[in-house]
């Protein structure tokens, strides 16, 4: 292809590519920082823009490629980093806090991302609180919600709710009353707080890494009334936000005060407070400052002041505005010329930032915001990047270098290399540059083209990469085509090329070439045109001469000639000889001309040219070769005809004419010469001076006090005019001194303007700017800086205070420009000066006025907020200073107590007047009630100061102006007391009178002191008895009701309650034995379980084994021996520690066999001694306390040879046969496996045998083939495994044909077990055979007599009986004889059936006896109920036997057996008994059920165990209306049981069911919920049926209960008809008064008089008519009464509170008690409890009431107090409690009343419903 094809392709390529191709630019750009939590994983993405798109890749910090870690990492084809959830286990710092970068690559170059910082956050728990302040109202109450610590960070608050529902702030600008401050939405204000605001608050919070939202928990937010007078409290303001520019931000500043402060905001500038006013982005609403679109002038510290008449406080919140780095880079895309030089600039917004460059991903240039990059090349193109970096934020921006017009740059060259002719060869060369190169392929310095042959051709083309390919084809390589080879890459910026030989092989040979033209000065290099290979030497001659033996010429070492540099002198004809090794040469000569380049002589401008002058220069050459041309360029550019610049050439220089200069003249100007040569150029600069000329004038300045100071002056001129401030010396003075010589803070900027951060006086005067460049005459302007003050006040507030009737004097001094006027006003109203007591006096000054009011003799309405008002023309301000007359305060009101605990109680009480001075504090004081060891007045009663932050606030009403009531929690009392409280209120001035007193009694308390001298003893096996001591009666806290036993053994807890003060000791059963268990102690009394004593260790008894030894086995050892080895006892069925081992044995098959014992130390045994044989073996552990069940197996010995048969007869059966019989051996030895019958005719030596098998009837053989009259001996052996054994007796017999009738059985005596199969055997021999007859002792006889089956010659008793023991006879007989065999049979009786009986019961064991005859062992069997029998073995000699490990309180069916060799004994009489303690007993309902409006509490310490422990209770509660139960499964446990969610003033039916190890019991009880005050209501008329299933079974005994019921009730009304004669009587029988002083009896008669009217009943009865309302309480000591009457209360409504009776029960041995005396403690303030309260009482309408014990019918007749004489009670000013109040009792002890009952009284007396429980097993 030629280069014109080549061309023509190439440029739509180029053209295409230019446009295809697009900067590089990233879309999504990775974050600075990421993090995420290990449980959601991440993903981020990177994408970029450019045509073809890019390739996007990850790196890691040190710039590698990411790899992939397999469910942890991973790099996506799409962009895509994804990182995957992880556990803490797989955290991997490389993968998940690392630093990681996203590289885009394309054809136009790379860029990278700014570095990510991957933070992993470990996903923890966290929770979300919300937190309030305490409100005051009309004021500010504040909720902040923060999140738990580890997560705080990447918590935002979503959300806030009020009562469950979603609060929606309205904007602080609208008026709203909820406002959501702080950056991060965790602040809730809520303005001018109300008590209705005193709801539930919460907030939803987000977690930004995993989504996940909390909500908070409720906090209730407690709004107060004021107490008093109090300076404001900030308590909470924004002390550190943080807001993104451009974001939004509420600062948030909340106090307390009374009267509710007023807000005021400054802000922190020029070292002064600044007040902050609306504007339209900043906006103040009382406590929220509002920043919209914040600015990074917003930063620094802003100022949020409280204040009211009291004081102020300020507190500073500082703002940071975290700006955020842009990065810009200029320009953006730059297009260059090779070797040009180009420059960009990058541009950081958002603070100060280090910078650093990179070219296409690698770090070039410095740390300077300006890259330039000079003589630019192809390897400069790319993509540039500024990179901005700020601690963990940075930004980047990037910018293109595209080359314009470049020089070619070669890529690929070709070789030199030597070749022989004939092959195809390829020259290829690459180069690129723009515009786009094309090849010339030169040979020996001639353009290939020009030599064409068909041999050569030239091909090129565009590669994709756009570099110009061209290639030099030669299909068959010749001799002639060696040579030098150029290929040369040119375009209109510049030419390159490379160079090399190819070298054919052939002879040499030099081609024509034309003149060479080399140009003076430049070293050049002439090679000779020759091809031919190999060549040995190559010359350059010169006029017949070698080169460089004459001249400058030189010759290279690869023959090439050296012209350096070339001079006009080298010209001239030189010839080239090059020479072959075989001697050939070829020469031809070259013509070299030599070019002179042009030379400029330099020129310059002159240096002082002004504007309007005229110049001309001249650029001329001093040599060169003719012709040379001239241009000129202006900055790199061919000059602007605008510029009317004149150019003129000649043949040796040429002029540059300026007729008019301007400052547009300036610039660099170059003179271009060229000739054939060369082209040369000289540059100068012309500078034309330009005077000054104003920019920016100055003007005068006329600003604030304290503000800033800025006037501009700028100037323009060449060279730069020098800027300078002067200040005149005075107002009309001309002596201007420069700034630098002044002690002023005022700074000239670099643009010229005058600068002053804070205005001040010295400021003002007149200021010259002056601005010269020492061209003309320079600028100069005078302006005058005025600087006014406005009026202002150094304070913005002061307090006062001044004692009542004295003068008070406020002065107010305001500063600034004259004239300024004052003016005063009290509590926003002007002053009336008309009176005497009021007037003004007023000062003026250079420097501002002052003003002082005067009051005489101030009065309360002088009290208030007064303003001095200071205002000029630039300005006013206002002092306010609060004035306080203050005066002694008044008594607290209406003092009461609202809530009662039992070492605590809560008063409430309204504030009197406080004076006008802030109350330090409400003087609490407080006596015992009936102590007799202290006085009965106040003289020597503890005080205590109570601080106005210890009380709770409320309103009395929701209307905004009902009265405050304060409440506070009196602790440190003890329970069960009666106090005495009263209160004063102190000021700064002093203290007020007391206010009227009140009466409260404490409620019960759990005790206090653990039960005292535990001991616990091991008595029993699996038994534990617990001894104590009750705890000191001062510790009771009440009534106390019993004890609480908790044991803990073998991973298990049981308990045990003893009911009764006076119990000391329990019995802890069904233990394990030889177990260790650790016993705890508690007294309980109706409230619960007090403290338990020190945890006591105690060890059980050991017992005999439970179990027997496990997997035993045994192993012959010899003939005499065998092992047996075994395993011990479960652990857990040891009993205690293990002794050893008992070993039983005996042969089996014996009937008088007899057991022999061993014993063995460890787990196995070696038996010797023995015989031969099987054995039963029995292995049993032993302890101390003896031995347990044995293990049973059998045993045998390995088999010896046996013994002789125990005997032999031989019978002869016919006249060639006689029949042998045996007997087994005594001895056996084994198990006989055969017999052996031997026999041989007599005096002969050879006998015969014949082997007989082992059967367990009689042995007989029949041996035949004997001859008649021959005599023959007979014997026998028995062979066991061991061997042959001994013979018997040898027997002689002959053979006969006349044989008489014989037995060959051996009838002999025989025992036999009874209940055995007996089999008799009558064998006969003779002949002819023998007729059988059996016969007997006694009737009948055998053959009559159905037990006995005869069968051929057996006699079979299949069961033997006793009566059948006799002796049997076998007759036989034949003609020639008979004999007779008599068989003793006896049978052997098991043994009398024993009787068995109990000898004593525990609560888990019962100690059994029997009477028994002989035996070897008993089987004793037991089963619980109607249960399955168990069974255990007992050895022969034992008669008594404790069986333990049983249920308590149950009962055991019982049986036993005697065992010996006859088998086992009938069984004894089934024995029904019973284990001590039983089902548990219901407990009383009045100590175990109280009840409030919403729960029910059940203190189950109350419930009677019966001595057997209980394991749970199932309580199942339902309304009177409801059919669902509702059920629940408790455990006895320290505290009561409490069940909420019930319905208020609802009657509940309430079914218990205790589970013990005794079984369950079942009780029914009947309650009630109280109010939601509080108060009891009235019981139904008619009680539903008991409600349990079982209840039909009970009928008969509820009748037998309801007839026992009606005869109490008839003598409690005989009773009663007695008393009421005595009703006048009655304080003085049953009363005597104690601890009340003179003055208060006669009230106390009449309240005493009023109350002995009353009916007091246990019945839980509310009357609607509340008018009408008297509860009906308990007598008995301790107990307290509610009187009518009472000063005018705090709602008016009559109310009274009940306290309980505290019985205590008493042993009957021991002596009374002493009463308790009453120690004080002094309290602790905790808690608040809002209430509605009824009437104030005082302690002068109080009464205390002696009541005897008998007059009582408490559950008291126990108590150790039952004798004391007397006991204290009080009319109590307790109001009704509302639901929260802690429980109170729903049933009482009866009492009767003792005064007169009118019809109203009879309505009120109903009946008491008693449900008897019932109980179950």
């Not at 803490?88 to 590289?103: G, I, L, P, T």
């Not at 009824?1734 to 309408?1741: A, K, N, P, Q, V």
Request: with cysteine.
């Amino acid at each position: 292809m030629g280069f014109a094809g080549s061309l023509a392709f190439l440029l739509p390529l180029l053209l295409s590519a230019s446009h295809a191709s697009s900067q590089l630019i990233f879309l999504m750009e990775p974050p600075p920082r990421l993090s995420f939590s290990n449980s959601t994983g991440a993903s981020v993405s990177c994408a970029a823009h450019g045509t073809p798109a890019p390739t996007i890749t990850w790196l890691t910090e040190d710039g590698v490629p990411v790899s992939d870690v397999p469910g942890l990492r991973e790099a996506l084809p799409n962009g895509t980093l994804w990182l995957g959830s992880f556990s803490a286990a797989q955290y991997r710092s490389d993968v998940h806090a690392a630093v990681y970068r996203c590289r885009a690559a394309g054809t136009v170059g790379t860029v990278l991302s700014r570095d990510m910082r991957l933070e992993a956050v470990m996903d923890v728990p966290w929770e979300v609180r919300v937190q309030p302040t305490h409100g005051v109202s009309g004021g500010s109450a504040l909720m902040s919600c923060a999140a738990s610590a580890p997560v705080r960070g990447h918590i935002t608050v979503t959300r806030w709710f009020k009562d469950g529902s979603v609060l929606a702030p309205m904007a602080a600008d609208a008026g709203g009353r909820y406002m959501i401050g702080g950056s991060r939405g965790d602040i809730l204000v809520i303005r001018e707080a109300r008590p209705d605001d005193a709801s539930s608050y919460s907030c939803e919070a987000q977690h930004v890494l995993t989504g996940e939202k909390r909500r908070s928990n409720t906090a209730m937010i407690a709004v107060s009334h004021t107490t008093g007078s109090m300076a404001p409290r900030i308590l909470t303001i924004s002390e550190d936000e943080t807001v993104p520019q451009g974001g939004d931000i509420r600062l948030v500043c909340c106090a307390i005060g009374s009267p509710p402060p007023t807000y005021s905001w400054f802000r922190h500038a020029n070292g002064r407070l600044s007040p902050v006013s609306n504007s339209i982005r900043i906006s103040v609403t009382d406590q929220v400052l509002i920043i919209r679109r914040a600015q990074i002038s917003d930063s620094g510290v802003w100022t949020c002041r409280a204040h009211n008449q009291y004081g102020e406080q300020r507190r500073d919140a500082r703002l940071r505005v975290r700006s955020r780095l842009v990065v810009s880079v200029h320009p953006q895309l730059q297009v260059a010329n090779s070797g040009s030089s180009v420059t960009f600039n990058c541009s950081v917004e958002g603070g100060e930032a280090r910078v650093r460059w990179l070219h296409d991903g690698v770090p070039v240039g410095g740390g300077e915001r300006v890259l330039r990059v000079h003589g630019v090349v192809r390897a400069h193109r790319g993509m540039y990047q500024c990179f901005a970096e700020r601690d963990l934020d940075s930004a980047q921006a990037a910018a293109e270098l595209r080359l314009g017009d470049t020089a070619p740059e070669l890529h690929y060259t070709f070789i030199e290399q030597a070749l022989h002719p004939g092959p195809a060869l390829a020259l290829h060369c690459s180069a690129s540059g723009s515009p786009p190169p094309r090849f010339t392929w030169l040979l020996d310095m001639q353009v290939v083209e020009e030599h064409n042959t068909p041999q050569r051709s030239i091909s090129q083309f565009m590669s994709p990469n756009g570099d110009v390919v061209s290639y030099l084809n030669i299909t068959s390589v010749r001799p002639e085509d060696g040579g030098r080879y150029t290929c040369r890459a040119h375009n209109t910026r510049g030419a390159v090329e490379h160079s090399t030989r190819l070298n054919v092989y052939g002879p040499p040979s030099i081609r024509n070439i034309g003149p060479v033209r080399v140009v003076a000065g430049v070293n050049t290099t002439i090679f000779c045109p020759y091809s031919g290979f190999p060549i040995s030497d190559i010359r350059w001659q010169r006029g017949g001469l070698d080169v460089g033996s004459t001249g400058r010429a030189l010759s290279g070492s690869g023959g090439e000639l050296l012209l350096w540099p070339a001079e006009p002198a080298d010209a001239g004809v030189y010839s080239c000889r090059v020479t072959a090794p075989s001697g050939q040469y070829a020469q031809k000569d070259v013509q070299i001309f030599v070019r002179n380049p042009p030379k400029i002589a330099g020129f310059s401008f002159p240096a002082d040219l002004v504007e309007g002058s005229s110049i001309q220069v001249l650029c001329g050459i001093t040599s060169g070769d003719k012709p040379v041309y001239f241009s000129w360029l202006k900055d790199g550019l061919h000059i602007p005809t605008n510029l009317q610049v004149q150019e003129k050439s000649l043949d040796e220089f040429s002029f540059l004419i300026f007729s008019h200069v301007t400052s547009k003249h300036s610039g660099e100007y170059t003179c271009v010469a060229s000739n054939t040569a060369a082209e040369v150029n000289h540059t100068a600069r012309l500078a034309v001076k330009v005077a000054p000329s104003w920019v920016f004038e100055p003007q005068d300045v006329s600003v604030l006090l304290g503000t800033q100071i800025l006037t501009h002056c700028s100037t323009k001129g060449y060279p730069e005019p020098r800027i300078t401030w002067l200040k005149a010396q005075g107002p009309n003075s001309g002596d201007f001194r420069p700034l630098t010589r002044i002690e002023l803070p005022l700074s000239v900027l670099s643009n010229g303007s005058l600068s002053a951060a804070a205005a001040v006086h010295a400021h003002e005067g007149r200021y010259m700017c002056r601005s010269d460049n020492n061209v003309g005459r320079g600028l100069s302007k005078i302006i005058t800086v005025s600087v006014n003050e406005p009026a202002h006040f150094e304070f913005s507030s002061r307090n006062m205070s001044v004692r009542r009737t004295s003068s008070a004097s406020l002065s107010c001094a305001a500063r600034g420009d004259p004239p300024i006027q004052l003016h005063w006003t009290h509590n926003m109203q002007r002053l009336d000066l008309s009176t005497y007591r009021v007037s003004v006096s007023e000062k003026r000054s250079e420097s501002g006025a002052s003003s002082t009011l005067t009051i005489a003799h101030a009065q309360r309405r002088d009290s208030g907020v007064y303003r001095c008002r200071a205002e000029n023309a630039f300005g006013r301000d206002e002092l306010l200073i609060y004035l306080a007359v203050q005066e002694f305060p008044e008594a607290p009101r209406g003092l009461i107590v609202v809530r009662r605990e039992g070492r605590a109680a809560r008063l409430a009480w309204r504030r009197g007047y406080d004076g006008n001075a802030r109350l330090r504090a409400y003087r609490l004081q407080y006596r015992v009630v009936g102590d007799a060891r202290r006085a009965a007045d106040w003289t020597d009663a503890p005080t205590r100061d109570l601080s106005p932050d210890l009380l709770i606030q409320r309103q009395e009403a929701v209307e905004p102006e009902s009265e405050v009531i304060l409440e506070y929690r009196v602790d440190g009392l003890r329970p069960a007391t009666a106090y005495a409280l009263r209160l004063a209120a102190v000021n700064d001035i002093g203290n007020s009178e007391y206010s009227e007193s009140v009466i409260v009694q404490t409620l019960e308390e759990a005790p206090s002191e653990p039960p005292r001298n535990v001991e616990i003893q091991a008595d029993a096996p699996g038994e534990l008895l617990v001894k104590w001591q009750p705890p000191s009666q001062e510790s009771w806290n009440g009534e106390l009701l019993g004890y609480a036993i908790w044991w803990r053994g073998d991973n298990a807890s049981l308990a045990l309650t003893v009911p009764g003060w006076a119990a000391t000791h329990a019995r802890l059963a069904s233990l394990r034995a030889h177990a260790r268990y650790e016993v705890r102690v508690r007294a309980f009394n109706a409230v619960g379980a007090g403290p338990s004593c020190a945890p006591l260790a105690a060890t059980t008894l050991e017992d005999v084994p439970d179990a027997p030894p496990q997997h035993i086995r045994c192993e012959p050892l010899s003939a005499q021996s065998f092992r047996v080895w075994w395993e011990p006892p479960p652990a857990v069925s040891r009993g205690g520690l293990l002794l050893g081992y008992e070993i039983m044995y005996q042969e089996v098959g014996l009937i008088d066999a007899i057991w022999e014992r061993r014993r063995a130390g460890g787990g196995e045994a070696q038996v010797g001694g023995l015989r031969a044989g099987n054995y039963s073996l029995q292995v049993a552990a032993r302890t101390a306390a003896g031995l347990g069940p044995p293990a049973a197996t059998h045993c045998a010995t390995l088999d010896d040879v046996p013994g002789p048969p125990a005997d032999i007869k031989a019978v002869p059966n016919s006249e060639e046969s006689v029949i042998v019989s045996w007997l087994a051996p005594a001895q056996k030895n084994g198990k006989i496996r055969h017999y052996t019958v031997y026999n041989r005719p007599q005096r002969t030596g050879q006998h015969s045998h014949v082997m007989v098998p082992h059967t367990d009837e009689e042995q007989m053989l029949e041996v035949r083939g004997l001859q008649e009259h021959q005599l023959y001996e007979f014997w026998v052996t028995a062979a066991t495994t061991a061997g042959e054994g001994e013979m018997s007796a040898i027997v002689a017999k002959k053979p006969s044909s006349r044989a008489g009738g014989k037995i060959w059985s051996f009838p002999r005596r025989i025992t036999v077990a009874e209940g055995s199969r007996v089999v008799l055997t009558c064998g006969g021999a003779g002949t002819p055979t023998p007729l059988r007859v059996w016969s007997r002792r006694r009737p009948p006889s055998p053959a009559t007599d159905p037990r006995i089956r005869i069968e051929g010659h057996r006699l079979v008793i299949p069961k033997l009986e006793a009566v059948m023991s006799d002796n049997y006879t076998c007759v036989v007989r034949n003609p020639w004889g008979e004999e007779r065999g008599v068989w003793e049979l006896r049978a052997s009786s098991p043994p009398a059936r024993p009787r068995l009986r109990l000898s004593g019961a525990a609560p888990a064991a019962l100690l059994l006896a029997w009477d028994a005859a002989d035996s070897h062992s008993f089987t004793l069997e037991y089963a619980r109920g109607d249960g399955a029998w168990q069974s255990i073995w007992l050895v022969g000699t034992a008669r008594t036997y404790a069986l333990r490990q049983l249920a308590c309180g149950a009962t055991y069916r019982l049986r036993i057996t005697a065992h010996n060799a006859a088998g086992p004994s009938a069984t004894s009489e089934i024995l029904s008994a019973s284990t001590s303690g039983g089902a548990s007993k219901p407990a009383n309902e009045k100590h175990m059920i109280t009840s409030n409006s919403s729960c029910v509490r059940l203190n189950f310490l109350t419930w009677d165990s019966n001595s057997c422990p209980l394991i749970h209770f199932v309580v199942s509660i339902r309304g009177f209306e409801e059919t669902v139960w509702r059920s629940e499964t408790v455990g006895l446990d320290i505290l009561p049981t409490a069940l909420c969610g019930l319905h208020s003033a609802t009657w509940y039916h309430l079914k218990v069911v205790a589970l013990s190890t005794a079984g369950s019991t079942t009780a029914t009880y009947y309650f009630s919920t109280l109010t939601e005050d509080g108060e009891r209501i009235a019981a139904p008329a008619q009680f539903p049926s008991g409600g349990e299933e079982g209840a039909a079974a009970g009928g008969g005994f509820t009748l037998l209960a309801a007839a026992a019921g009606l005869l109490v009730a008839l003598l409690l009304l005989a009773i009663l008809a007695y008393r009421r004669s005595a009703a006048a009587s009655c304080f003085r029988k049953g009363y005597e008064q104690s601890g009340v002083s003179e003055e208060d009896k006669s009230i106390e008669k009449r309240d005493n008089r009023r109350n002995c009217q009353q009916v007091y009943t246990s019945s839980p009865i509310k009357h609607p008519n509340k008018k009408e309302q008297q509860e009906m309480y308990e007598i008995s000591p301790y107990a307290t009464f509610s009187m009518a009457g009472g000063a005018s209360g705090v709602s008016g409504e009559a109310g009274g509170g009940t306290l309980r009776t505290f019985g205590r029960a008493e042993p009957a041995p021991l002596a009374a008690a002493p009463p308790r005396a009453h120690s004080h403690r002094s309290p602790a303030h905790t808690g608040n409890y809002a209430l509605k309260y009824t009437h104030e009482y005082t302690l002068s309408r109080a009464m205390t009431l002696m009541v005897r014990r008998t007059e009582s019918d408490s559950d008291s007749s126990g108590s150790p107090c039952a004798e004391c004489n007397s006991s204290v009670s009080y009319r109590m000013p307790l109001a009704p409690a509302k639901a929260e109040e802690v429980f109170r009792a729903v049933t009482d002890s009866s009492a009767e009343s003792c005064g007169g009952s009118g019809p109203r009284d009879k309505a009120r007396r109903r009946p008491r419903r008693h449900h008897t429980p019932n109980t179950t097993r």
